[in-house]
Each structure stands twice: as structure tokens, then as C-alpha cells.
């Protein structure tokens, strides 16, 4: 990263220029601190976000055998890519997984599945008072419109098709509904982002 940023001297000046910029614009700007509100409706989000990720990953039984079909998970494994094994425990299952081979492994089949599992169920409040407080946040709140932002840009990245595809050759014909569920999750997400953004 230093002789990157500052092994020449005209990329040296150019990065002592962005990083000054940088700092003189933090320095300056009046930073939007959130209202209790958005606060809560944060910890709401979180909470529904987290439960909701947790079911699929964890509670369902369909979903250590679907991932280790769906996606190329144990043949990654067996690269020896890291400086780590793939798994903290050989024999355990997807909580054992680093982080790298499970988002890597669905990268792989352009799910991005870690990414915004869950997510779309914090969004998609039932409540219109929290629909409206979600839009808000995102109009009047810079860090939360990043993040919007953010997850609009992971899901844009998927793509149903290679999903699907990995899906009908690869997966138990009884553990394709979890593939369908998975996707309708991604539908939902991607509609939740479009409500609160309007794009």
C-alpha cells in the first residue's frame, strides 16, 4: 500500500492530494447526527434482518445441503488459496466456514446470498409509519442512504440465471424449493431497496 500510494512522486503528490482534500472536508462539513427515531427504526431493521438470516442459515434443515450443492463450497475447500483451512472445523458445518469461502462460494454462482439475506425482511416493515420513517432516513440521512446504496449495488450484481442454472444442474430436485425461496428473498430485497429510494 506505501509504495503503491507513494513509490513515485507524481502518484505521491496525486495521493497526498486526495488525502488532504479528504481531511479538509471532514474538518469542514456538518455531519447529520441521526434522531432517536432513526435509531430505533435502525435496531428494528437489524433485529427482523438478523432473525430473518438466522432462519434460513441456521434453522432450516434444507440449507447446509442445498449450499454445499448449489455452490462449488467443497471443491473451494480444497484450493489452498489462504493462509487458513476454508473451515475453523473440518467436520462442522456453515457456522465452522470462514468468511471468505462462504462469500466466495456464492460469488461463484452470483448469488451474493451473504450479502443481503435478510435484509429485504427489515426493510419490508408492514407498518407504513415505519415505511415512511425508512424513506426519511434515506432522504435526510447520508450514512443511511450509503447504505441503501450499497446494498442496491450487491444486489444488481446478482443474477438469476447462473443461480437457477447451478440450481437445475447441480441441486436435489427436494431441495430446490429452498432455491426458489431464496430468490423470491432476493425479489423482495430488491423491492424493498426500489420503496425506499424510488429507483
Given at each position: 500500500?506505501?509504495?503503491?500510494?507513494?513509490?513515485?512522486l507524481?502518484?505521491?503528490?496525486?495521493?497526498?492530494?486526495?488525502?488532504?482534500?479528504a481531511l479538509?472536508?471532514e474538518?469542514?462539513?456538518?455531519?447529520?447526527?441521526p434522531?432517536?427515531?432513526?435509531?430505533?427504526?435502525?435496531?428494528?431493521?437489524?433485529?427482523?434482518?438478523?432473525?430473518?438470516?438466522?432462519?434460513?442459515?441456521?434453522?432450516?434443515?434444507?440449507?447446509?445441503?442445498?449450499?454445499?450443492?448449489?455452490?462449488?463450497?467443497?471443491?473451494?475447500?480444497?484450493?489452498?488459496?489462504?493462509?487458513?483451512?476454508?473451515?475453523?472445523?473440518p467436520?462442522?458445518g456453515?457456522?465452522?466456514?470462514?468468511?471468505?469461502?462462504?462469500?466466495?462460494?456464492?460469488?461463484?454462482t452470483?448469488?451474493?446470498?451473504?450479502?443481503?439475506l435478510?435484509?429485504?425482511?427489515?426493510?419490508?416493515?408492514?407498518?407504513?409509519?415505519?415505511?415512511a420513517?425508512?424513506?426519511?432516513?434515506?432522504?435526510e440521512?447520508?450514512?443511511?442512504?450509503?447504505i441503501?446504496?450499497?446494498?442496491?449495488?450487491?444486489?444488481?450484481?446478482?443474477?438469476?440465471?447462473?443461480?437457477?442454472?447451478?440450481?437445475?444442474?447441480?441441486?436435489?430436485?427436494k431441495?430446490?424449493?429452498?432455491?426458489?425461496?431464496?430468490?423470491?428473498?432476493?425479489?423482495?430485497?430488491?423491492?424493498?431497496?426500489?420503496?425506499?429510494?424510488?429507483?
Amino acid at each position: 500500500m506505501i509504495r503503491q500510494n507513494f513509490g513515485d512522486l507524481e502518484i505521491a503528490q496525486r495521493s497526498l492530494d486526495i488525502y488532504t482534500a479528504a481531511l479538509l472536508r471532514e474538518a469542514f462539513i456538518k455531519r447529520v447526527e441521526p434522531k432517536q427515531e432513526w435509531r430505533d427504526e435502525m435496531e428494528r431493521v437489524s433485529e427482523v434482518s438478523c432473525n430473518s438470516y438466522r432462519h434460513t442459515v441456521r434453522e432450516d434443515p434444507r440449507f447446509v445441503p442445498y449450499f454445499r450443492q448449489a455452490t462449488p463450497e467443497l471443491e473451494l475447500g480444497k484450493l489452498n488459496i489462504g493462509s487458513r483451512p476454508a473451515k475453523r472445523n473440518p467436520k462442522g458445518g456453515v457456522e465452522s466456514l470462514r468468511a471468505i469461502p462462504w462469500t466466495f462460494a456464492w460469488a461463484q454462482t452470483r448469488m451474493h446470498l451473504s450479502a443481503w439475506l435478510g435484509v429485504g425482511d427489515g426493510l419490508s416493515p408492514s407498518d407504513e409509519k415505519d415505511k415512511a420513517l425508512l424513506r426519511e432516513m434515506y432522504e435526510e440521512w447520508p450514512w443511511f442512504r450509503e447504505i441503501i446504496s450499497l446494498i442496491s449495488m450487491l444486489i444488481s450484481k446478482t443474477d438469476f440465471s447462473i443461480t437457477q442454472h447451478y440450481d437445475d444442474l447441480l441441486v436435489d430436485p427436494k431441495l430446490m424449493s429452498l432455491g426458489d425461496e431464496v430468490r423470491e428473498k432476493l425479489v423482495q430485497t430488491r423491492r424493498a431497496v426500489i420503496d425506499i429510494s424510488g429507483r
